[in-house]
């Protein structure tokens, strides 16, 4: 059984067919599905929130991986667990002076907390709380819209995590995800990967899945 998590990322699904494309990509080997919240203000774009989260909860039992890019996520932990996300990653540079009772919060909620750091910041902030939390997301693009390119430098983040972590720790990358990438991600250490429009604008969702293995 392969270790790697693979979380294809609905931004860049057909949204018109969602329940259609999250059953699609389950049939093709995800175990988790990869829901980006945005709010206009942490970054420049917004997408979806809490009502798809819990539409999608009525049509799978796949693992909603729930990645908060707001501000004040603290607001809106208990109406995404209430909605059926399983774990909620938020933005340490959102929120950094509070990083610590946010995780505490989450898991009050009896789910998991991931942290996720982008491109600019230094891995090294993090540290303190790597033993509260079940996953680190390292951003290889700037978080707010999908389709850049895989920041190279960011990829090296993930020994630094790795090496302050037990085993345990799930550390996912996030932006510009592909087959190549994939390897250079999980040959430093990941063992979760979100990808979204490199599966989604495949024409075999199973091909796409498995070359990221």
Not at 37 to 65: A, C, E, Y
Not at 119 to 131: A, G, H, M, Q, S
Not at 137 to 156: D, K, N, R, S, W
Request: proline fraction near 5%; aromatic fraction near 6%; hydrophobic fraction near 45%.
């Amino acid at each position: 059984m392969n270790k790697v998590i693979i979380s294809p990322s609905i931004l860049s699904a057909d949204f018109a067919n969602l329940e259609r494309e999250v059953r699609a990509v389950e049939k093709a080997g995800a175990k988790w599905i990869h829901i980006d919240v945005m709010d206009g203000h942490f970054v420049p774009n917004i997408t979806v929130g809490v009502p798809v989260v819990k539409s999608l909860r009525k049509v799978t039992n796949l693992v909603l991986d729930t990645h908060l890019m707001i501000e004040n996520p603290e607001k809106f932990i208990r109406p995404f667990v209430q909605a059926g996300s399983d774990l909620l990653t938020f933005h340490y540079e959102a929120c950094a002076d509070r990083a610590g009772n946010i995780i505490d919060l989450i898991k009050a909620e009896g789910i998991k907390a991931g942290l996720s750091i982008k491109p600019k910041t230094d891995p090294r902030e993090i540290l303190p709380f790597i033993n509260k939390l079940d996953l680190v997301l390292i951003m290889t693009v700037e978080p707010g819209f999908g389709g850049q390119e895989f920041m190279h430098e960011c990829a090296m983040k993930i020994p630094v995590i790795r090496e302050n972590a037990g085993n345990e720790l799930i550390i996912q990358v996030d932006g510009g995800i592909n087959n190549l990438t994939a390897k250079i991600c999980t040959s430093l250490g990941a063992n979760s990967l979100v990808a979204g429009s490199y599966i989604f604008n495949h024409d075999n969702y199973d091909t796409a899945i498995q070359s990221l293995y």
